[in-house]
Structures are given as C-alpha cells and as structure tokens.
C-alpha cells in the first residue's frame, strides 16, 4: 500500500477520503496563504490562486516522506466577480452571506497531487475543479444563529455542505465532495496522471 498524505488540517477533507476508504497520514503545512495569494499580483486568476495555494501545501511537506503520494488543496468562492477565502470573524461572514444569499457561486478547489519515491519527486500532477452554489436567503434569526455556531468561520466561502451550513444551499451543480474540500473524482484522474492506482491507497 501506498501511503497517502493529506497536507491539510481540515477535518472535512479528513472525513472524506475516510469515508471514501483511505486512511491518510496528516501534515498540516503552515503556508501563509494571504502572503502566497498577495504574491500573485492584483488580479490573479482565480484557478491559478487555488491551484497555486494547493501545490504550495504539498510541497511544504515533502521533505519529511521517502514514499509516498502527498496531496495538497485549497478552495475559495467566487461569486460577484470577488474571490472569498476563510472570513475567520463574525462580522466578515455575515458580510459574505449579506452579498450571497439568493445568489449562486462558483466554489474553486485546487489540487496537486506529487509523487515521491527515495525522497524524490517523480511526478505531480494539478488543476482545479469547480462547483456551481446555489445558495438559499437564511432567515435572519437563522443567519445569526449559524454564525454564532461558529462553523462558517474557518471554511471557504463561509459556508459548508456537509454540515449546518447545508440548510442554506438550495443545490449545487458540480461534484460533492469538492464541495467539501476534496474532489475524489479529480483526485482518482490525478492520482493516475502519477503513476498511482486507487488499489495502492485504499486502507
């Protein structure tokens, strides 16, 4: 078995590729994705941005694996021609939802997957897929207490799928799990575009 390393703290993505039948071993790669992002200049591409942030967390924690297939990911929305990352605070995330509710958006994930073996890299593979959001108008009572739950905090767009924030989407067009935070569809054709098979990481 090939050993598969998540370079992400996130608890959804863990959850997916658990649920899906891989037990990856976690690296949290610490890149400063606001300075990265600022690096990029004033209008990046918004692929580029995702895609860039993804392969940067990988690389992050190549050092420290001989063997192994390292993915690295990193969603943003797009909606209203602005790109929306984390709002960390209350009051950035009532902001976002005052600009989405009764609208839709485009929930970019990027994903780099790099392939290492004798602790050198062999192969990556990167690109981005992208879900359409169509997000329902939260009643304001319902808004409050949904920010006040805290979840919409520390995730892309302010917003989640799989969790409280599911009662707010009216439907997506697009791939789920990307949703999530990790799109096994466009994970399985990376994986392959390395050399690797599903077979070599299933637990």
Same mark, same amino acid.
């Given at each position: 078995?090939?050993?598969?390393?998540?370079?992400?703290?996130?608890?959804?993505?863990?959850?997916?590729?658990?649920?899906?039948?891989?037990?990856?071993?976690?690296?949290?790669? /610490?890149?400063?994705? $606001?300075? &990265? #992002?600022?690096?990029?200049?004033?209008?990046?591409?918004?692929? +580029? @941005? =995702?895609? %860039?942030?993804?392969?940067?967390?990988?690389?992050?924690?190549?050092?420290?694996?001989?063997?192994?297939?390292?993915?690295?990911?990193?969603?943003?929305?797009?909606?209203?021609?602005?790109?929306?990352?984390?709002?960390?605070?209350?009051?950035?995330?009532?902001?976002?939802?005052?600009?989405?509710? /009764?609208?839709?958006? $485009?929930? &970019? #994930?990027?994903?780099?997957?790099?392939?290492?073996?004798?602790? +050198? @890299? =062999?192969? %990556?593979?990167?690109?981005?897929?992208?879900?359409?959001?169509?997000?329902?108008?939260?009643?304001?009572?319902?808004?409050?207490?949904?920010?006040?739950?805290?979840?919409?905090?520390?995730?892309?767009?302010?917003?989640?799928?799989?969790?409280?924030?599911?009662?707010?989407?009216?439907?997506?067009? /697009?791939?789920?799990?990307?949703?999530?935070?990790?799109?096994?569809?466009?994970?399985?054709?990376?994986?392959?575009? =390395?050399? %690797?098979?599903?077979?070599?990481?299933?637990?």
């Amino acid at each position: 078995m090939t050993l598969f390393v998540l370079a992400s703290a996130s608890p959804a993505r863990l959850g997916v590729l658990r649920n899906a039948g891989v037990e990856p071993v976690v690296r949290v790669s /610490g890149v400063d994705e $606001d300075a &990265l #992002t600022a690096e990029l200049g004033d209008n990046p591409d918004p692929e +580029e @941005v =995702v895609v %860039t942030l993804a392969r940067a967390k990988a690389e992050a924690v190549l050092g420290e694996f001989d063997d192994a297939v390292v993915v690295g990911c990193d969603s943003m929305l797009s909606i209203g021609g602005l790109l929306h990352g984390k709002p960390h605070t209350v009051d950035v995330a009532r902001r976002r939802w005052a600009a989405m509710a /009764g609208r839709s958006g $485009d929930l &970019l #994930t990027g994903h780099a997957v790099v392939r290492v073996r004798g602790g +050198e @890299v =062999v192969a %990556t593979a990167a690109e981005c897929s992208s879900t359409t959001i169509h997000f329902a108008e939260p009643r304001p009572v319902d808004l409050e207490a949904y920010l006040a739950s805290g979840e919409p905090l520390s995730v892309a767009g302010a917003f989640t799928l799989d969790g409280l924030g599911g009662w707010f989407i009216d439907r997506i067009e /697009g791939d789920p799990s990307s949703v999530i935070g990790i799109g096994l569809p466009l994970v399985r054709r990376l994986l392959t575009d =390395v050399g %690797t098979s599903l077979a070599e990481i299933w637990a």
